[in-house]
Antibody, heavy 119, light 110 residues
């Protein structure tokens, strides 16, 4: 059974940093593109970042470029999102999502982890 | 990176069919046949319902069908059921961006 379990969310002050983790199981992690998608409270979904199977390509939404870094560790079957210079508008539930097959859709999602940026 | 445009809400009675539109541009929906649709119940993670415009993932009912014409994709739910009441989001591949979601549609079963 495919499982994605996020962790690392919490309350952080504006300008602070946080690292989210996503533990993957039930599939060959190294065979899939992986993504982070977020949802601000009461708002819609927003794609945040994607990383290629071998980590050699990364893409980001404009609003997080230069502040967030997506990475992965195939030995640990884990996906990460390093978030720096956090802003109030980064407050959201962050979901880890697997690519069905690159660009075709996100077929498995984690339960999400809440990041709150507030003083 | 503007979101795709969806109606805020759509409603229908049990057994009826409803259609949710998703309007993009020639940079996303209009160029790529990589439109997917997601169902999200309150407090839950999104669930993939349709991918590549009109394909079903394993385990998803064929009551959910997708299509596309020009810059607009659509999701039709036939034989509406109480459990279909949820938020629905479209998503399109957009080249260099590379993904953009729709604004979301709340489906109400009357």
């Amino acid at each position: 059974e495919v499982q994605l379990v996020e962790s690392g969310g919490g309350l952080v002050q504006p300008g602070g940093s946080l690292r989210l983790s996503c533990a993957a199981s039930g599939f060959i992690f190294g065979n899939y593109w992986m993504n982070w998608v977020r949802q601000a409270p009461g708002k819609g979904l927003e794609w945040v970042a994607s990383i290629k199977q071998d980590g050699t390509a990364e893409y980001y939404v404009d609003s997080v470029k230069g502040r967030f870094t997506i990475s992965r560790d195939s030995a640990k079957n884990s996906l990460y999102l390093h978030m720096n210079s956090l802003r109030a508008e980064d407050t959201a539930v962050y979901y880890c999502a697997r690519d069905l097959d690159h660009v075709r859709g996100f077929d498995y999602w984690g339960q999400g982890t809440l990041v709150t940026v507030s003083s | 990176q503007s979101a795709l445009t969806q109606p805020a809400s759509v409603s229908g009675s049990p057994g009826q069919s409803i259609t949710i539109s998703c309007t993009g541009t020639s940079s996303d929906v209009g160029t790529y046949n990589f439109v997917s649709w997601y169902q999200q119940h309150p407090g839950k993670a999104p669930k993939l319902m349709v991918y590549e415009v009109s394909k079903w993932p394993s385990g998803v009912s064929d009551r959910f069908s997708g299509s596309k014409s020009g810059n607009t994709a659509s999701l039709t739910i036939s034989g509406l059921q109480a459990d279909d009441e949820a938020d629905y989001y479209c998503c399109s591949y957009a080249g260099s961006r590379p993904y953009v979601f729709g604004t979301g549609t709340k489906v109400t079963v009357l």
